[in-house]
């Protein structure tokens, strides 16, 4: 069977309402290790078992006293007080402090018994054994309490939490070397198209290197996906079904090329008689030739070969769904108010995706075309055109969604 030509188009607005209906949450887990775990999701609580810090500790370099004994203490009027001992970080005190005594003390060491304050050591004076207070301290005072940061028996993180630098952070001051998270949803990625060679290979008279594998490996990371690169097939429909079928072992399929109505365009053919096609076609500019999927459960997407359509979708379309399996929220969109530097021509009909370079408050349009990927890579980001609109003046003040 050749093609059907005459494919119904769907607006982005109805694709994105079809996509957040697909796309559930992998429940799937795994224990990463700390440095490993940055960006993933928490896939249970973590409970505090003990508190944090375990015991009482001085924040500052000094004296561990009892605050009543330096009532009254001035430079001109010091209190004096004999010296116990000194009490270094990482062993525990041997002494107690009775009155009239104190302790040396260093940030971060166990306040000992009977002390319940710290004097900064700038507060103090030596002279010989004795220890001049210079400045009266209140109880408590430079003392950090065990549990300051975590009590026990409080969730520190929930179930559901993307880690950071500070919330590993807490996962490390619990003592944990590895957590448990939500695994990432394998997406499949595969490139197809006779004239496609990977980097890296030689070139025939009429090929081209594969842009679209990078470019979708490093889009699904971003998003919280584990690229899976599948082997490039050539525009043979043997071929492409064998990995298409090799491919529905992962979370989401991804293909890129083949989405379009040439002869050899199987793409759209091998997937209807597989599964369920929602949408085959798109009233957008760049990315036209995009196909939403399911077969077996499992999202799939044809992206169109066009480098510029392929990414752009994949932003578009893609990352929302993949957040959403991912367990991670919507990306926050950063949105910066820009003066179109030039006039801008768009066509009747298609939802328009406009890549821009920002200069301090200029956009400046740098689309060359859907094949010329530099159209992206050049761009800070892009405006959107409503379907309607056929061109946009130079000076509009234009709403540009930083990538
Ligand atoms: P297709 O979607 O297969 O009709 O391809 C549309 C255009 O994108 C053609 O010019 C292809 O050569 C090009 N193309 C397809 N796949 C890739 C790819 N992986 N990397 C770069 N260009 C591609
Ligand atoms: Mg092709």
């Known amino acids: 069977m050749a093609y059907r030509p005459g494919r119904q188009l769907t607006s982005v607005e109805e694709a994105r309402a079809i996509l957040s209906a697909h796309g559930e949450p992998v429940m799937r887990v795994e224990r990463v290790a700390l440095d490993a775990a940055d960006q993933r999701v928490l896939s249970r609580d973590l409970v505090v078992a003990n508190a944090v810090p375990r015991f009482a500790r001085s924040m500052m370099d000094g004296y561990a006293v009892r605050a009543a004994d330096t009532a009254g203490a001035t430079r001109e009027h010091p209190v004096t007080l004999r010296l116990v001992e000194t009490i270094y970080t990482g062993r525990a005190p041997t002494a107690q402090v009775a009155a009239g005594t104190c302790a040396g003390i260093a940030t ?17 004076a030596r002279e010989g054994a004795p220890v001049l207070v210079l400045q009266a301290v209140g109880p408590g005072q430079h003392v950090g309490r065990a549990g300051s940061d975590l009590v026990a028996g409080e969730i520190a993180l929930a179930e559901g939490t993307v880690l950071s630098p500070a919330r590993l952070g807490v996962v490390a001051a619990l003592g944990f070397e590895a957590v ?11 490139s197809t198209g006779d004239e496609i060679v990977a980097p890296g290979g030689s070139l025939g008279p009429a090929q081209i290197f594969d842009s679209n594998t990078a ?21 043979d429909r043997k071929a492409l079904t064998a990995a298409f079928k090799r491919c529905l072992d992962q979370d989401i399929v991804l293909f890129s090329g083949g989405t379009s109505v040439g002869e050899r365009d199987y793409l759209l053919e091998i997937i209807a008689e597989a599964g369920t ?27 169109p070969g066009n480098p510029v359509s392929c990414l752009t979708n994949a932003y578009l379309l893609v990352a929302p769904l993949l957040r959403r399996m991912a367990h991670l929220p919507p990306a926050t969109e950063r949105v910066v ?15 328009q995706i406009y890549p821009v370079r920002v200069d301090g408050d200029a956009a400046i349009p740098v689309f060359k075309g859907s094949g010329e990927i530099t159209s992206l890579a ?11 609109v056929e061109s946009v003046d130079a000076g509009t003040v234009v709403e ?3 990538f």
């Open 215 to 235: 470019a979708l490996s490093a889009a699904i990371r971003l998003h919280g996906g584990e690229p899976v690169v599948a082997p490039r097939v050539g525009d």
């Open 108 to 124: 971060g060491a166990p306040i000992p018994a009977g002390a319940d304050a710290v004097v900064m050591i700038e507060h103090t």
């Open 378 to 388: 050049h761009a800070d980001g892009y405006f959107e055109i409503p379907a309607d």
């Open 400 to 402: 540009v969604t930083l």
């Open 180 to 190: 448990d998270v939500y695994q990432r949803p394998r997406v499949a990625i595969l």
């Open 337 to 351: 108010r820009a003066r179109l530097s030039s006039e801008v021509e768009s066509v009747a009909g298609r939802h």
């Open 277 to 303: 096609v929602h949408f085959e076609g798109l009233r957008l500019k760049p990315g036209k030739p995009t196909v939403f999927a399911t077969v077996a459960g499992r999202p799939v997407f044809g992206m």
